[in-house]
């Protein structure tokens, strides 16, 4: 790649044991209509062949740059060592099981140059269930079979919402909470100097919602329509609340009320008059938290 050049967009790739999917995810990087753009694959310290699948696409491409670290430190901290090493204006991150339409990078970076009012733009969503031809990762919930088809069709239906967001602060952050699991967005095309500063270092439960509430204080959300994100549903979120909870909370209380950090940093970031406007999303965020922690301990006591 010539350093000497800035891309105007940077794609950040974290991955980790990701063999299965990561060379479908970066063909479709390179099969983008829109061609300014340097390619970050971070490796964290897989123990498969990421490692050669990813030395063999700088082989092919000179705009893909491919870093391996020796410990594991966490995929939040994955994402963000991407973003701190970003060249371009423009930044948008791409988990390792998922692709893109041919023309994800051409149409949001249009709705970036012509509206400088949106901070993130992203298109529909459509999910999946298989990566290419060798079947479905092992999930680490396994759910009853009258309960798992819900679950999943629930999934799909949030993780495929990508609606559009504007108005005043007040009128963005109730349109924004009503619908907090609608999270793909996070995968969309930010303008990076401001994901900059909106992003939070320290992972805590819905820690990717409180990423968005800052981007609003400095624009609005856009949806293309048209599909352009093609989304494994199986991803980080199946590993089970208990799980996720202890793995990025840490303390038992956290883990037990998930969303005890999310509402700290509300109360003082976006203050007690706003919470109080949506005081029945936070009750329901928060029982739902609950709702779903009794659920994932009686599977696990199940097994």
């Not at 060379?23 to 099969?31: A, E, P, R, Y």
């Not at 919930?141 to 007040?170: A, C, D, F, H, W």
């Not at 990717?208 to 494994?232: A, P, S, T």
Request: charged share 25%.
């Amino acid at each position: 790649m010539d350093k000497t050049h800035i891309p105007k967009v940077t794609i950040g790739l974290p991955v980790y044991n990701g063999e299965l999917s990561l060379s479908q995810s970066i063909d479709s990087v390179l099969k983008q209509s829109f061609t300014d753009f340097e390619l970050i694959i971070s490796d964290n310290a897989s123990t498969d062949s990421t490692a050669e699948i990813c030395k063999n696409f700088t082989q092919l491409d000179n705009r893909v740059v491919f870093i391996r670290h020796e410990k594991n430190r966490g995929p939040y901290w994955n994402f963000n060592f991407l973003l701190e090493k970003a060249r371009g204006m423009y930044f948008v991150w791409l988990a390792d099981d998922d692709y893109w339409h041919p023309d994800f990078l051409l149409e949001n970076v249009n709705v970036l140059d012509n509206h400088k009012n949106i901070v993130c733009s992203i298109g529909k969503v459509e999910t999946f269930d298989k990566l290419q031809e060798n079947g479905i990762k092992e999930k680490s919930v396994k759910y009853p079979k009258l309960i798992e088809n819900y679950v999943i069709s629930r999934r799909n239906q949030m993780i495929s919402v990508t609606y559009p967001v504007s108005g005043s602060y007040s009128k963005k952050v109730r349109q924004f909470l009503k619908n907090t699991g609608s999270n793909s967005r996070f995968y969309g095309l930010y303008r990076k100097e401001i994901l900059q500063k909106c992003f939070i270092k320290r992972p805590f439960i819905a820690v990717e919602n409180v990423i968005f509430l800052n981007l609003l204080k400095y624009g609005d959300l856009y949806e293309v329509d048209k599909i352009l994100l093609y989304r494994f549903n199986q991803g980080l979120s199946t590993i089970g609340i208990i799980s996720l909870s202890r793995l990025i909370n840490k303390t038992l209380l956290k883990t037990i009320f998930p969303y005890i950090p999310f509402n700290s940093w509300c109360l003082k970031n976006i203050g007690a008059k706003n919470i109080l406007k949506n005081l029945d999303i936070f009750i329901r965020l928060n029982l739902g938290g609950v709702f779903f922690i009794i659920v994932d301990l009686l599977l696990k006591l199940r097994k």
